[in-house]
């Protein structure tokens, strides 16, 4: 058992650190308040391998690990989180679906231009009527002698008014209710197929999250991802992942509000003495870092396992739960720490507190993994 980054590791994360703080930084406020999508910096991840981490060389990627994946995402995460979301939804659910349940021919035409950020990737499940309950899904798709015929709408998908490709989920067997969603992969352009809403949000605004819809959209017999009616199946095998992200990108923001605190707390002086040295303010800085540390060493025991092929639906499920709710109170701790300062723009924990409140929902609700683990639990 190694407690330790590897030389690799800390190359890595010092590389994405001086890259976010020298490419992102200057334009968080920007991008923030003009809900500015960071197309330039999203190519220019891709160029670095980071869009196409986990997967294989042969397949464009960069051949690193879940470790090294949530590294990225920390690191990126701590300067905004509306890159690191950005990251997330393309690698671990759009590209990941397509890697683990594509075949070979679907797997060589998406991957390498998903891998280089050529091509941005978006991930529809979430529907107006089905959210916690994936299994109410709506949109059909209804086989046909040349393929299939989509219609309907999907809500909540990160990165969709800039994907090239969507993967989405719908109805083809309604009798077998969610043994009966298969997995579909969309191109950007195909007739009947387009984004609708660009939703107005609390916070990571930089992202772009919006429906996608479906009217008549006809796809070929190959464009089918994984096998018939195994489509929510795979999902939730694609979620296990995917919440190791969103524990990273809980961290990232939780690490970047609290290193916000910290260096303010030192700076800031109130009755003749910095605050750092009331004990108050003390114990604040104690919990938010204990806080972080659980979360880190939950997460990197998920993506450990993970890249040694082992499950890990409970512990990436207590990964996410515990990282997005403890990067909440910090966040929280770190607004209280600046008083008045903090709920005012000039200072970057105002933005990590509304971004942070969406850990606790994306993929998968609290309340949601709190009932998957506990079914883990009770398995055993």
Known sequence: MEFEYTPEQIHLRKSVREFAEGEIAPHVLEWDEGQIFPLEVVHKLGRLGYMGSIFP??????????????????????????????????????????????GEEQRRRYLPKLASGEWIGCWSLTEPEAGSDAAGTRTTAVKEECGWVLNGAKTFTTNAHHADVCVAMAVTDRAAAQHGIS??????????????????KLGLRASATGEVIFEGCRLGPGQLLGRLNDGFV??????????????????????????????????????????????????????????LDAARLLNYRAAWMLDRGM???????????????????????AVQIHGGYGYIKDYPVEKFYRDVKLCTIGEGTSEIQRMVIARQLLKS
């Open 234 to 291: 795979d999902s939730l095998k694609v979620l296990d992942g995917g919440r190791i992200s969103i524990a990273a990108l809980s961290i990232g923001m939780a690490q970047g509000a609290y290193d916000a605190a910290l260096r303010y707390s030192k700076l800031r002086r109130q009755f003749g003495r910095p605050i750092s040295e009331f004990q108050a303010i003390q114990h604040k800085l104690v919990d938010m870092a204990v806080d």
């Open 183 to 200: 997995a579909f992969i969309v191109d950007k352009g195909t007739p009947g197929f387009r984004p609708g809403k660009k939703e107005n």
């Open 57 to 102: 060389e042969e397949l464009g990627g960069a051949g690193m690990g879940y470790i090294e994946y949530s590294i990225i995402i920390e690191e990126l995460s701590r300067v905004d989180g509306s890159v690191g979301i950005i990251l997330a939804a393309h690698t671990s659910l759009c590209s990941n679906h397509i890697y683990k349940m594509g």
């Open 311 to 333: 499950r890990v639906t409970r512990e990436s499920a207590m990964a996410k739960l515990f990282a997005s709710e403890a990067a909440v109170r910090i966040a929280n701790e």
